[in-house]
């Protein structure tokens, strides 16, 4: 397997875990602050996260037997890894197993499969952090190991003992040329065109080049061992090597980006994600409503009435948790639009699950259908309200995007130290920003809006990395133009993405109303009153959405700092 094939799959597994376990762990603590009894699907939720985590070992092991066979330290340290990693999947199942069958000691179960996660998730986090850290721990092994064997070559020995002067040359050479194939293929993954070119050109192949040279000198040497010009290129020629050897792997170990320190830490901050109680039981809620509609249109009153029960409870919880979020929170406008949402769904709830029954009596009823569906539309913005993601997601894009900027002042200063912590703050504050994001999209049901937070979820997850790399390019070449106007590019890019998706800012929600407008427009032209109906239902709330940021910012204008212009 390549250097490149196991970063590849490394981050594809990543990727499918970070979000099995998220889930799996949000999902867990929304019921143990319920104290809810052991839902079906539980054990489910559970399975997608072990199947995920027994593919992982799988692949671990695989690598370490294909890649890792000559550096038996690394395999046994995978080995080991992956071996933890088995057996916390295993505890898992067991704590599932538990919960079920002891539901009447609910608080002590919920208690051992949160445990069960964090173990789960900080045991997959070192499992990750071995195998990635591999291929660099294989490139720092093997140039230790050159620089060792050429320090058994000799001159003076090609005399007296050409053969073992040959041996030793040849091992050493060998050795070097095959670091520079470690080097040449980690520079084909490397995000960095500056760093990539210098791992490709200046050390892999400038190894292998100086490995060629060297062998050329030593084989003179062989045919006249006692010239003393051949034997002071030989020299030259391993001083040299060992130049680039330590050269490389300093280089490398100044770029290393691949954080995965303090797992547990990291985990507890997934699990504290800034979706508060609250944002969590408005979402659970909001899935109720809609399953309460579904089994009300194929007439299944049974389900409704179940459904409703369920719905019922958690509206209990969630008005707790809306109610204690309105007494914590210091922001005038969070607190009245928490208090207002309560008194809202509170009206909207009974009326619902009264339609509802109705209408899973009367199936066929269209304007009943309709009825019960404008009905749910309106609690589900109610819930969106309630939830505060949208407060959540803005302070957030906007705390990021003051970050940015800030990187980029600090590495056009030369600052290293400060880099260096702005870059991790920058990730945490990424990866959380990206959490709210998937849970927006989840939860809306604009089409438009779902569409513009892929885009930049995608964009999220690549171009933060990228600004990284692009700020330690700048500290490492201070006096580069080009380098300086690639990391402001990067920034401002970034910058526009972070605007575009913040739900409070009128990049983003002008052209969701825009889109409405011309959608209204285009179905007036074609005589098409079905997509009429439609656009015109959802241009009020969308012309909202544009109102609401002038609403919401008012009282902070004084506050507001200025961003930087898009990029044209």
């Not at 190991?145 to 058994?152: A, N, P, S």
């Not at 849970?439 to 569409?451: G, M, N, V």
Request: negative net charge; hydrophobic residues 40%; aromatic residues 4%.
């Amino acid at each position: 397997m390549t250097s490149t094939s196991v970063t590849s799959v490394v981050k594809q597994i990543t990727d499918q875990l970070t979000d099995a376990i998220s889930q799996l762990v949000l999902y867990v603590i929304i019921l143990q602050e319920q104290g809810a009894s052991v839902p079906p699907n539980l054990k489910a939720a559970a399975t997608v996260v072990a199947n995920a985590t027994e593919n992982f070992v799988k692949v671990a092991k695989s690598v370490a037997e294909q890649g890792y066979a000559d550096y038996p330290e690394i395999k046994r340290r995978i080995f080991e890894a992956a071996d933890d990693v088995f057996v916390s999947k295993h505890r898992l199942v067991d704590s599932i197993e538990q919960l079920y069958q002891h539901d009447t000691d609910r608080a002590q179960g919920w208690n051992m499969l949160v445990d069960a996660c964090k173990v789960i998730s900080a045991k997959t986090i070192l499992l990750l952090q071995v195998v990635y850290g591999a291929e660099l721990q294989r490139i720092y092994v093997s140039a230790y190991q050159t620089e060792l064997g050429l320090q058994e070559v000799f001159v003076d020995d090609a005399d007296p003992e050409p053969q073992k002067f040959a041996d030793a040359a040849s091992d050493a050479a060998s050795k070097a040329m095959q670091v520079g194939v470690f080097l040449v293929a980690k520079a084909a993954e490397t995000e960095s065109p500056y760093l990539a070119q210098q791992l490709r050109e200046d050390y892999g192949n400038g190894l292998q080049t100086a490995a060629d040279l060297f062998i050329e000198h030593v084989n003179q040497l062989l045919n006249d061992p006692t010239n003393e010009n051949f034997k002071q290129d030989i020299e030259g020629d391993v001083d040299k090597l060992v130049a680039l050897l330590h050269d490389a792997t300093s280089l490398l170990r100044q770029h290393d980006t691949f954080d995965l320190s303090n797992p547990f830490d990291r985990l507890d901050s997934v699990i504290s994600v800034r979706i508060p109680p609250t944002s969590a039981a408005a979402r659970q809620q909001a899935e109720q409503v809609n399953q309460i509609f579904v089994a009300a249109r194929r007439g299944d009153v049974a389900g409704v009435r179940a459904l409703a029960e369920e719905l019922h409870n958690t509206n209990v919880y969630l008005t707790e948790q809306a109610l204690a979020a309105a007494k914590a929170t210091e922001k005038p406008l969070r607190k009245r639009q928490l208090l207002n949402a309560v008194d809202e769904l509170g009206q909207l709830l009974p009326q619902y699950v009264e339609a509802a029954e109705q209408l899973a009596l009367n199936p066929g009823n269209q304007e009943l259908q309709e009825h019960v569906d404008a009905v749910r539309n309106r609690m589900a913005e109610v819930l969106a309200e309630m939830s505060g993601l949208g407060v959540e997601i803005s302070d957030m894009a906007r705390s990021e995007e003051a970050a940015i900027h800030k990187l980029v002042d600090i590495a056009e200063a030369g600052d290293k130290t400060g880099v260096a912590t702005l870059a991790k703050q920058l990730q945490q504050d990424n990866a959380e920003l990206i959490a709210l994001l998937k849970t927006d999209a989840e939860s809306t049901e604009d089409p438009l809006r779902k569409k513009q937070i892929t885009l930049a979820v995608t964009e999220l997850e690549r171009a933060p990395a990228e600004l990284v790399v692009a700020a330690r390019d700048v500290l490492s070449n201070p006096n580069d133009e080009g380098l300086k106007a690639a990391l402001d590019a990067l920034a401002n890019q970034l910058s526009h993405t972070l605007a575009n998706v913040d739900p409070l800012s009128y990049a983003s929600t002008a052209p969701l109303a825009a889109s409405r407008l011309a959608q209204l427009g285009r179905a007036v032209d074609r005589s098409n009153h079905k997509e009429f109906d439609e656009a015109s239902r959802s241009l009020p709330h969308a012309v909202g959405q544009v109102s609401k940021p002038a609403r919401i910012e008012a009282p902070n204008t004084a506050h507001a700092g200025p961003r930087r212009p898009p990029p044209s």
